[in-house]
């Protein structure tokens, strides 16, 4: 599966975003597909991530009510809209996928990745 990121971009605070992740080369329908980013000295973060078994989403606690993943499978498609944005939510942000009927929130369990997307909330 190649993932393929856009989206990102420099907006002020309390301003919007949405990202996507587009894939190609398999269906990402049996495919768990997550939101991770990285800011600059920090580790990968987990954001949000969408089952395909069922229509479950998860977030960390940082963003849930502001940002909301969601996926078109007919467009092999997944993305995060991005509401309410802080300065804490600029990094580099990473679309995943990985075969797995649960919905893993670490890094190291998902197998294919975007190249990235630079979201800036400037302070």
């Known amino acids: 599966v190649q993932l393929q990121a856009s989206g990102g971009g420099l907006v002020q605070a309390g301003g919007s975003l949405r990202l996507s992740c587009a894939a190609s080369?398999?269906?990402?329908?049996?495919?768990?597909m997550g939101w991770f980013r990285q800011a600059p000295g920090k580790e990968r973060e987990f954001v949000a991530a969408?089952?395909?078994?069922?229509?479950?989403?998860y977030y960390t606690d940082s963003v849930k009510g502001r940002f909301t993943i969601s996926r078109d499978d007919a467009k092999n498609t997944v993305y995060l809209q991005m509401n309410s944005l802080k300065p804490e939510d600029t990094a580099v942000y990473y679309c995943a996928a990985v075969a797995l009927p649960t919905v893993p929130t670490e890094p190291r369990r998902y197998d294919y990745w975007g190249q990235g997307t630079q979201v800036t909330v400037p302070a």
């Open positions: 080369g398999r269906t990402i329908s049996t495919y768990a």
């Open positions: 969408a089952s395909w078994i069922s229509s479950r989403t």
